[in-house]
């Protein structure tokens, strides 16, 4: 089967033809990730969303709808990225916030103490300083993002999928 409906537009993508190219790209944007790493950033990501956009236009033509729709998974898409990555590096900064309370002298058994110093402005201050003035640190905790943005783009792309694949052709298709 070729997969020319992956990369050139006016193709007919069947249902069937739209998982398999979704789990191509998904496999292509694993391996970007795995390769580059933290190095893989926005531009290395841009093939990654031709080939979505391609593959969503050409199943919305083959069903007779408007290909503009293709921005909506990209959009929603992007969204859940951008807030994978920042759980992933919220939840990595977390460790190192905890050692930043525990310098304060706070007992770390008591409960009320821990959140008395977490929502205090010096702290919250103090805090942000410390990771402005260590962008190293924040380079290191950088890459915890990229998995957990990846999953959630992706659990976005397979929801939007189940949609596209039961849109039912319209007079005028391709």
Same mark, same amino acid.
């Given at each position: 089967?070729?997969?020319?409906?992956?990369?050139?537009?006016?193709?007919?993508?069947?249902?069937?033809?739209?998982?398999?190219?979704?789990?191509?790209?998904?496999?292509?944007?694993?391996?970007?990730?795995?390769?580059?790493?933290?190095?893989?950033?926005?531009?290395?990501?841009?093939?990654?969303?031709?080939?979505?956009?391609?593959?969503?236009?050409?199943?919305?033509?083959?069903? $007779?709808?408007?290909?503009?729709?293709?921005?909506?998974?990209?959009?929603?898409?992007?969204?859940?990225?951008?807030?994978?990555?920042?759980?992933?590096?919220?939840?990595?900064?977390?460790?190192?916030?905890?050692?930043? !309370?525990?310098?304060?002298?706070?007992?770390?058994?008591?409960?009320?103490? !821990?959140?008395?110093?977490?929502?205090?402005?010096?702290?919250?201050?103090?805090?942000?300083?410390?990771?402005?003035?260590?962008?190293?640190? !924040?380079?290191?905790?950088?890459?915890?993002?990229?998995?957990?943005?990846?999953?959630?783009?992706?659990?976005?792309?397979? $929801?939007?999928?189940?949609?596209?694949?039961?849109?039912?052709?319209?007079?005028?298709?391709?």
């Amino acid at each position: 089967m070729a997969i020319k409906y992956l990369a050139l537009p006016g193709q007919r993508v069947s249902p069937d033809q739209f998982w398999l190219g979704l789990a191509i790209i998904a496999m292509l944007d694993g391996i970007r990730v795995s390769i580059l790493g933290g190095a893989s950033g926005f531009i290395s990501f841009l093939p990654i969303l031709f080939l979505l956009s391609m593959l969503h236009t050409n199943r919305l033509r083959s069903v $007779g709808r408007s290909g503009a729709l293709f921005f909506i998974p990209l959009i929603v898409g992007f969204l859940a990225k951008t807030l994978g990555a920042l759980i992933g590096i919220t939840l990595a900064l977390f460790p190192v916030m905890m050692a930043k !309370v525990e310098e304060t002298g706070v007992d770390m058994n008591d409960d009320a103490a !821990v959140a008395g110093v977490l929502s205090s402005h010096e702290f919250n201050a103090s805090f942000r300083a410390y990771i402005e003035s260590n962008p190293h640190m !924040v380079a290191e905790l950088a890459p915890n993002g990229l998995w957990p943005a990846m999953i959630l783009f992706w659990l976005v792309m397979f $929801g939007f999928g189940f949609w596209f694949t039961q849109m039912r052709s319209r007079a005028g298709a391709l």
